[in-house]
């Protein structure tokens, strides 16, 4: 069974992109409230994928005699442990992520203090960095590991 693909915000289609309105203030009330709605329904969404696993490993776990089987199936449990560890990673950070936003210091970048912006935001919810700084920060990652 292939690795499913780590979620991105972007793969939940259950909010409408926000519009700012003429002269609106950057993370006014209703802009944060947008957020955290995205990232508890991110949350919940990865909360389901966890229970989903736990069952199918208890209902799926077998005691196969034949050691080839044995081997598959431990394979594929291993491989979505691995995928649940990351996603476990991910909702720490969306839990960080909404504490920002509790702190009312969401949506600035933690690098240079400029507005990440709403569309990027909507994009990565979980950005700390503006577009410039994370670009800047991948260029010398891979200058380091060149």
Not at 49 to 71: C, G, L, Q, Y
Not at 94 to 99: C, G, S
Request: charged share 40%; aromatic share 6%; net charge negative.
């Amino acid at each position: 069974m292939p690795a499913k693909k780590q979620p991105t915000a972007s793969d939940f289609k259950n909010f409408t992109p926000y519009k700012p309105k003429k002269n609106e203030e950057y993370m006014n009330e209703s802009q944060l409230e947008h957020f955290r709605h995205i990232l508890l329904s991110w949350k919940s969404e990865l909360m389901e994928e966890v229970d989903r696993t736990v069952s199918h490993m208890k209902d799926d776990a077998a005691n196969f005699p034949d050691p080839a089987d044995r081997a598959t199936q431990e394979e594929e449990f291993s491989l979505e442990l691995r995928t649940r560890d990351r996603e476990r990673k991910l909702i720490k950070k969306i839990d960080k992520t909404i504490d920002l936003i509790d702190a009312d210091d969401y949506g600035y970048c933690d690098t240079c203090g400029v507005e990440i912006g709403i569309k990027r935001l909507e994009a990565r919810p979980t950005a700390t960095m503006c577009i410039d700084c994370k670009t800047l920060d991948e260029i010398k990652e891979k200058q380091q590991l060149g």
